[in-house]
């Protein structure tokens, strides 16, 4: 399959402290990417996107970046919860309808 | 607005079974792609369908097959399960190609 998934790479951090997750994305022609959530028995879960027409976008207590250069997209949480302990993964679209590759995922621990 | 709605949400089928999960997307939305989540692959592309139409198609065998209504709900079926098949399937629903994608609660199949 294209999204390889292995050991999960894991984050801990402590409550409040701020957190970046990071993803390696595949293919250059890529236009669109979003970052989600998924916590244990429930499907992933929209956190925000960025167009690759943009470096940065901002939403609530989350940033992405996109480096196209290299092929990179952030994710940073601030002040981080414990409510924010789950699974990221970030997914790539490039114009191929609604098809979205993901990445292998990351799971942040976060510590109260 | 109610979220993407997927039923059931386990299943427990024998090897050599076949099997059929639903899912409905948010109203409005014509695009609905599958996933299968395993722990060891992660999360791969099985197919979409936009308009009653399947658009993409991801690397797995013919045993796996879907199909959209005109009221955007999509079905997909799994013949002749193996134990391999055992994984959450997820359901994601959007408007169209590099847009918002939002997950179901997923079918947690068992082959046993």
């Known amino acids: 399959g294209e999204s390889v998934g292995l050991h999960l790479p894991t984050l801990s951090v402590q409550e409040g402290d701020n957190s970046i997750i990071n993803c390696a994305y595949s293919n250059s022609a890529s236009d669109y990417f979003i970052w989600y959530k998924q916590e244990s028995g429930k499907g992933p879960q929209f956190i925000i996107d960025i167009r690759s027409n943009m470096d940065k976008r901002q939403g609530q207590r989350v940033t992405v970046l996109l480096n196209k250069t290299v092929k990179h997209l952030s994710l940073q949480i601030a002040a981080t919860q414990p409510g924010d302990s789950a699974v990221y993964f970030c997914?790539?679209?490039?114009?191929?309808?609604?098809?979205?590759?993901f990445g292998q995922g990351t799971e942040l621990s976060v510590k109260p | 607005k109610a979220g993407v709605t997927q039923t059931p949400r386990y299943l427990i089928k024998t090897r050599g079974q076949q099997v059929t999960l639903s899912c409905s997307p948010i109203?409005?939305?014509?695009?609905v792609s599958w996933y299968q989540q395993t722990p060891g692959q992660g999360l791969q592309f099985l197919f979409e369908y936009f308009s009653e139409t399947q658009r993409n198609k991801g690397n797995f065998p013919g045993r796996f097959s879907g199909r959209q209504f005109s009221n955007s709900r999509s079905e997909m079926n799994v013949s002749t399960l193996e134990l391999g098949d055992s994984a959450l399937y997820l359901c994601?629903?959007?408007?169209?190609?590099?847009?918002?994608?939002?997950f179901g609660q997923g079918t947690r199949l068992t082959v046993v």
């Open positions: 997914a790539e679209n490039y114009n191929q309808g609604g098809k979205l590759i």
């Open positions: 994601a629903s959007s408007s169209g190609s590099g847009t918002e994608a939002f």
């Open positions: 109203s409005g939305h014509r695009s």
